[in-house]
């Protein structure tokens, strides 16, 4: 738990702190994009096909509700090395969607990143692995 110390007014120290931290706190609002909704990329190949199918059907049944799943693709498209389907889902789904990736993934690896709207930046770094890590294809993005 984060200390809150209720004995500290913040009215008192207003005056003398606003003026040093608006401008860095504008600064970084600026910077920092904001996560629209994220992405959670099934990694397989020939031999985990049936798996990743499998899988697949259950994420249909227990989050088919909150996420949206793209196609199947037996081949790798986009930036990924691998075969792989893709999961989308909002940001206040994260929690219920990552947990339950997991803790349900078995031996298939998984990618997840958000979308902010800057996708170099969201594929390179901000990538969260479930399983192995492999390094992506970015030149797609220039
Ligand atoms: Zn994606």
Same mark, same amino acid.
């Given at each position: 738990m984060p200390h809150i110390d209720d004995h500290d007014d913040p009215q008192s120290h207003t005056q003398s702190h606003s003026q040093s931290h608006s401008q860095s706190d504008t600064q970084a609002a600026a910077v920092t994009p904001r996560i629209q909704d994220w992405h959670a990329h099934v990694y397989f190949d020939a031999s985990s096909r049936d798996a990743a199918w499998d899988l697949r059907q259950v994420i249909e049944a227990r989050l088919g509700d909150v996420v949206a799943l793209g196609r199947f693709h037996e081949k790798p498209v986009?930036? $990924? +090395?691998?075969?792989?389907?893709?999961?989308?889902?909002?940001?206040?789904?994260?929690?219920?969607?990552?947990?339950?990736?997991?803790?349900?993934?078995?031996?298939?690896?998984?990618?997840? $990143? +958000?979308?902010t709207g800057h996708a170099l930046s969201d594929h390179r770094d901000r990538a969260v692995w479930i399983g192995r890590s492999y390094p992506l294809n970015l030149g797609i993005f220039g």
């Open positions: 986009g930036p $990924h +090395p691998q075969w792989s389907y893709q999961i989308a889902f909002d940001d206040g789904q994260f929690r219920r969607v990552f947990e339950w990736l997991v803790m349900h993934h078995g031996a298939l690896d998984i990618f997840v $990143h +958000p979308n």
